[in-house]
């Protein structure tokens, strides 16, 4: 054991921030990272402050070691970075592009005009959104592309019928006379 | 990944933590912050993928020393293809960078395994 404050100090910090540990749990740690920096003093053969200064940096920060314990966080730089992009990988292979949800939004987008018209292919687009497949950028595509869709022909009636008032407009019948 | 790192070690045999984290610092720097291996294996204990015993050090107290369990094995061979899996698909992105072709890994992951 050492009575070199440095140390000390580590330990105290290290065993203040254990706090959320069980009893047994906290003990053993703390005894761990004891003996990890004897036997890392003993490697470097001295025990000056820069030595000791050292191997404490290297240890890391009491409370990282304790915040490792509590979360299960992946202690390496990237790590996290990397097990992210595995995890969507590993979904993302498994994933098909189409599954239930996805055929009734395409079933409806694509024949609900038929069903009814003009504005038939609008509850398509619930459907879209409600996908867990598709990606936000996909659903906005889709959300256009059905908008227009729908817009267009109300935009051609619109246009038909403002010529139709035209040539009224221009006889300067008021509107209370159309038929 | 870290903790299967931490696994490769002990397949080739049973070590302490001050060894497995000099092997991991010479491998490269891959544990950033040393005290961090005691929870990592803590948590490998828990969940049975290592087992420990206490053995007499040379000089000093006596240490723990970690074996791989039968599940620590099945774990590190999963671990192992997964991880082939992605070096791949991040090899190819990076070689021939982003494109309009169907994904590598979404077709390796079509594939019947």
Not at chain 2, 69 to 98: K, N, Q, Y
Request: proline share 7%.
């Amino acid at each position: 054991m050492t009575a070199d404050p440095l140390v000390q100090d580590y330990l105290g910090r290290l065993e203040a921030a254990a706090w959320p540990l069980s009893a047994d749990r906290r003990t053993e740690l703390l005894q761990e990272v004891r003996e990890h920096i004897e036997d890392a003093l003993s490697v470097e053969g001295g025990r000056d402050e820069t030595t000791v200064r050292n191997v404490l940096d290297r240890l890391g920060r009491p409370e990282e070691i304790v915040s490792t314990e509590v979360d299960g966080a992946p202690p390496a730089a990237g790590a996290a970075v990397i097990r992210e992009a595995a995890a969507t990988l590993s979904t993302g292979a498994d994933h098909e592009r189409f599954g239930g949800v996805e055929i009734i939004a395409l079933l409806l987008i694509s024949f609900g005009a038929f069903v009814v018209p003009v504005v038939g292919p609008l509850p398509g687009l619930f459907f879209v959104w409600a996908s867990n497949r598709w990606t936000t950028h996909n659903k906005i595509v889709a959300t256009a592309l059905v908008v227009l869709l729908v817009a267009l022909p109300l935009l051609l009636v619109f246009v038909v019928a403002l010529g139709r008032l035209q040539p009224m407009g221009a006889s300067a019948q008021p509107m209370g006379a159309f038929p | 990944m870290l903790e299967h790192c931490v696994l490769a070690i002990l397949r080739e045999g049973e070590s302490y933590a001050f060894e497995i984290v000099r092997v991991l610092s010479q491998a490269g720097e891959l544990l950033t912050s040393e005290g961090t291996i005691y929870p990592l294996l803590a948590r490998l204990r828990r969940d049975g993928l290592v087992t420990t015993s206490w053995r007499d050090s040379e000089s000093g107290p006596p240490r723990r020393y970690y074996r791989l369990t039968d599940d620590g094995r099945t774990s590190l061979t999963a671990f192992g293809a997964e991880w082939a899996r992605f070096r791949d698909a991040v090899d190819a992105i990076l070689a021939e960078g982003p494109s309009d072709r169907p994904r590598p890994w979404a077709r390796q992951g079509a594939r019947p395994a």
